[in-house]
Nanobody, 115 residues
Framework: QVQLVESGGGLVQAGGSLRLSCAAS????????MDWYRQAPGKQRELVAA???????KYVDSVKGRFTISRDNAKNTVYLQMNNLKPEDTAVYYC?????????WGQGTQVTVSS
C-alpha cells in the first residue's frame, strides 16, 4: 500500500500562486508516474500534470506555461507549482501514484481562486 498526503491548497486571488505537495509513504518502491488531477464541481476528474521517474513531464493544455510539476525522490514528494492562477483552476486537486499493480490516490486538497 502507498499512502499519499496532499497539502498546500487554499484560497488565492486570481493571478496568485500556490504550491501543492504530495508526500508518499509505505510501499513506495516501484512507483512509476506521479500525477496531479483535479475535479471541479459538476465536472469529471482531469489530469493536470504528470511526471515519470525518468523526468518526462506532461501538462493539460489549459495549464501549460503556468503550472510546473516537480519531484524530490529523496523525500518521496511531488510538487505542483501553480502560478497566474485563474478562477477556472478552482477544484479539488488530487495526487496519484501509479505502480504496475495499482493506482493510489490522496485525499485531495481544495484550491479556490477568486476573481
Amino acid at each position: 500500500q502507498v499512502q499519499l498526503v496532499e497539502s498546500g491548497g487554499g484560497l488565492v486571488q486570481a493571478g496568485g500562486s500556490l504550491r501543492l505537495s504530495c508526500a508518499a509513504s509505505g510501499s513506495i518502491f516501484g512507483i512509476n508516474t506521479m500525477d496531479w488531477y483535479r475535479q471541479a464541481p459538476g465536472k469529471q476528474r482531469e489530469l493536470v500534470a504528470a511526471m515519470s521517474t525518468g523526468g518526462t513531464r506532461k501538462y493539460v493544455d489549459s495549464v501549460k506555461g503556468r503550472f510546473t510539476i516537480s519531484r524530490d525522490n529523496a523525500k518521496n514528494t511531488v510538487y505542483l507549482q501553480m502560478n497566474n492562477l485563474k478562477p477556472e483552476d478552482t477544484a479539488v486537486y488530487y495526487c496519484r501514484a501509479q505502480k504496475s499493480d495499482a493506482d493510489y490516490w490522496g485525499q485531495g486538497t481544495q484550491v479556490t481562486v477568486s476573481s
